[in-house]
């Protein structure tokens, strides 16, 4: 059974910067990227930012370009989400995810995604 386990998330005020971290127990066979949604209360589940396990390729939402930075490190099976210039629209539960995507920027996932529990982030103005 594969688990993803993410930590880092807490209360900041905007402006401020929050570091996620995401360490899966093993390598997941049938996946190439490693990715972070968020969910806030009452609204869909939406992508913010993903990285190719195999080449680096990274993509973002629109709304976290410039902001956030998705980064790895393949030896520890660990994808990190580096968020700075927070804002109180960034206030969500954040979701770590192990996926097959068609892309190198691991767009066009297919197959099994993993989740892990989540992490809370709230962003105050």
């Known amino acids: 059974q594969v688990q993803l386990v993410e930590s880092g998330g807490g209360s900041v005020q905007a402006g401020g910067s929050l570091r996620l971290s995401c360490v899966a127990s093993r390598y997941i066979y049938g996946s190439n990227c490693m990715g972070w949604f968020r969910q806030a209360p009452g609204k869909e589940r939406e992508r913010v930012a993903a990285i190719s396990t ?34 109180p629209e960034d206030t969500a539960m954040y979701y770590c995810a192990a996926f097959y995507a068609r892309t190198q920027r691991c767009t066009g996932m297919t197959g099994s995604t993993y989740w892990g529990q989540g992490t809370q982030v709230t962003v105050s103005s």
Not at 55 to 79: E, M
């Open 54 to 87: 195999t080449g680096g390729g990274t993509s973002y939402a629109d709304s976290v370009k410039g902001r956030f930075t998705i980064s790895q490190d393949p030896a520890k099976n660990t994808a990190y989400l580096q968020m700075n210039s927070l804002k």
